[in-house]
């Protein structure tokens, strides 16, 4: 069994780079650009990630990390548990509540056109995102999301802080400065970082 990861190691295909170290499988990468003919080759919006398993064509982070994790039976909890639903409830809040207010700030910053950006959007999407993170972290139940060992919610929210402190979010509490350096340390992390 062999993957191959499609977009660049600086967006949320470090997620699924991540992941796939974590898991031990074999996997190619192709650091195609987003949005280049490479990619929309792969999938029409031009998205990255892209996830190719066989013949099969997978996009959008978080599906390929839940695709991955519950293929591997690592890193998740069962479909149809109560603890999936916890998982799947973290899962979406960190989508919505963190990942949010980053995207909207980026795509303002430099995705849209420029005729189409409003920069005043973003101290409200940097308080928002603090205020989310705050809340997240108090209400954290263990070292992870899930407890005590990372689950498919932690690779979207040790992602999102690094991508908050490249796009010159506020300083997160101290319990999440604490959480990412204990993500930092683990092998896997530092081999897709390497990458």
Known sequence: MSYTIAGPGRTRTFRVLWMLEELGVPYEHAPFAPRSDELRALSPPGKAPV?????????????????????????????GTLARARQDAWTFRVLDEIEGPLWTAAKHSFVLPEDERVAEVKPACKADYARSLAAICAEMPGLYLMGDGISVPDFLLAHCGGWAVNAGFPDPPEAFATYLERIRTRPAFQRAAAL
Do not use: C, E, M, R
């Open 51 to 79: 996830l190719l398993d066989g013949d099969v064509v997978i996009p959008d982070s978080t599906a390929i990390l839940t695709y991955l994790a519950d293929k591997h039976g690592q890193f998740t909890a069962q479909a």
